[in-house]
């Protein structure tokens, strides 16, 4: 089945960095790549998402890279602002595997005012 | 916009009790799956639905079992509760048979005793 790896595991940047979170999947039938956000206490939501058939998708400050051949993915933040403080998770779709998506660990970030 | 509802924030049991956990969706959306969510390892996948009675396993399913009566209500059920079941657990549903967005329930949080 489906593998995700993410890293790292914890980030913390100074605001108005920029912050990069890096993921691999092992599974090449995978075709979608969804990022959730989870604030303290909070349920994880969706931020940004990106498909096989593309390999840059951006909206406003954050942007996903895929990079099919080598299975790995990434997110962007430009910018960062404190309220971008919260862990952020990278996961994988395989509909060959039925209809689940598969998530990574995690990355907390902390972004420091 | 869509509501994923489970039914307790917070639950204490001691082992060897049954456990149920239910999550409720409001939008006819046909996948509706439960993650546990533990520190260092992200969102595990313990089981989801994608029709009423149908039932897959996920990747830790040990120790769970699923109930899908009704389109809108889908309940993980912990025959015997042990202390290693202690975690976060969350719900989820998506709309379509591609799997795509996630909503997630606000989670309930089991701690076995």
């Known amino acids: 089945g489906e593998n995700v790896e993410q890293h790292p595991s914890t980030l913390s940047v100074q605001e108005g960095d920029s912050a990069v979170i890096k993921c691999t999947y092992s599974?090449?039938?995978?075709?979608?790549f969804p990022w959730y956000k989870q604030e303290l206490g909070k349920r994880p939501q969706l931020i940004i998402d990106?498909?096989?058939?593309?390999g840059e998708k951006k909206d406003q400050r954050i942007a996903v890279t895929l990079n099919k051949t080598a299975k790995h993915f990434s997110l962007h933040i430009t910018e960062t602002q404190p309220e971008d403080s919260a862990v952020y998770f990278c996961a994988a779709s395989d509909p060959t595997g039925g209809f689940k998506t598969i998530f990574g660990a995690g990355t907390r970030l902390f972004v420091k005012a | 916009d869509v509501k994923v509802t489970q039914s307790s924030r917070y639950l204490v049991k001691r082992t060897g009790e049954k456990v149920f956990l239910e999550c409720v969706q409001d939008?006819?959306?046909?996948?509706m799956f439960w993650y546990r969510q533990d520190p260092g390892l992200g969102l595990r996948l313990i089981y989801f639905?994608?029709?009423?009675?149908?039932?897959e396993k996920g990747d830790i399913p040990e120790g769970y079992s699923v109930s899908r009566e009704k389109k809108e209500r889908f309940s993980l059920i912990l025959e015997s509760a042990s202390t290693n079941q202690t975690s976060m657990y969350l719900c989820?549903?998506?709309?379509?048979?591609?799997?795509?967005?996630?909503?997630f329930g606000s989670g309930t949080q089991l701690s076995v005793l």
């Open positions: 639905s994608y029709d009423v009675k149908m039932k």
């Open positions: 599974d090449s039938a995978s075709n979608y």
């Open positions: 939008m006819d959306h046909e996948n």
């Open positions: 989820a549903s998506s709309n379509d048979r591609t799997n795509e967005k996630l909503f």
């Open positions: 990106i498909r096989s058939n593309v």
